[in-house]
């Protein structure tokens, strides 16, 4: 059986108090009694130390955003693979369009920050997903094949995650109709070696779009994204109802 991951990714927001605040909220709204559902947080560099001792022994992991390839070295801003496994982080956000769009990562950075994840230990979230473009011009399945086909050699698919993040969702309020987030989700299956790989769908999820979301047969998890900074919403997204 698959997996289920409903992760948060916090982007650039919330201090150190701040994450406190939410983690406060969030704990008592949660249900504990889904066993299966495993919760993420991918929050900044600065919040992950903190979070690491505070949920300690819980059942809330914890996600980094990003992770250099080498083990150390003259990478003025960057973190590694150590760094992060010392402190206690679970999982790690990879090629989110974020960082493709804005820090020019490419595909090949993106292949060698999943395998030094691996490396350490570490499950890395491969995110992928198109444009408004190239939606439009009917490129989404030879993109999306083309990602996988570039992100994943030599990486082990028994410890992975995959999140298909439509590009003109994110951030945007225009959630890709569950139905389609579906059939793209069992595009990225058919082309994966391991038919188990947990793949979420990310692009504003909200409280009231997750249940129909997760009713879909190849959805396995959500990454979320401005609803996750809020404990309310993102206990709700969490609880959703199969
Ligand atoms: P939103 O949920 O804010 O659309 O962001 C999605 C996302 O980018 C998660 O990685």
Known sequence: MRKIIIAGNWKMYKTQAQSLEFLQVFKSKIDEAEGNREIVLCV????????????????????????HWE?????????????????GVNYVIVGHSERRQYFGESDQTVNMRLRAAQKFGLVPILCVGE?????DAGQTEELIINQLKLALPGVDQSR????????????????CAASEANRVIKLI??????PEVPIQYGGS??????????????????????????PVSFARIVNYLA
Do not use: C
């Open 44 to 67: 900044p560099f600065t919040t992950l130390g903190l979070l690491s001792k505070t949920l300690h022994g819980g059942i809330i992991r914890l996600g980094a955003q990003n992770i």
């Open 131 to 135: 444009s408004k473009q190239q939606r």
């Open 189 to 194: 299956r058919s082309g994966l070696s391991n």
């Open 71 to 87: 083990d150390e070295g003259a990478y003025t801003g960057e973190i590694s693979g150590p760094m992060l496994k010392e402190i």
């Open 205 to 230: 999820v909200k409280p009231d779009n997750i249940d129909e979301i997760m009713q879909q047969s190849e959805i396995d998890g959500a990454l979320v994204g401005g609803a996750s900074l809020d």
């Open 160 to 175: 992975l995650v995959i999140a298909y993040e439509p590009i003109w969702a994110i951030g945007t309020g225009e959630t």
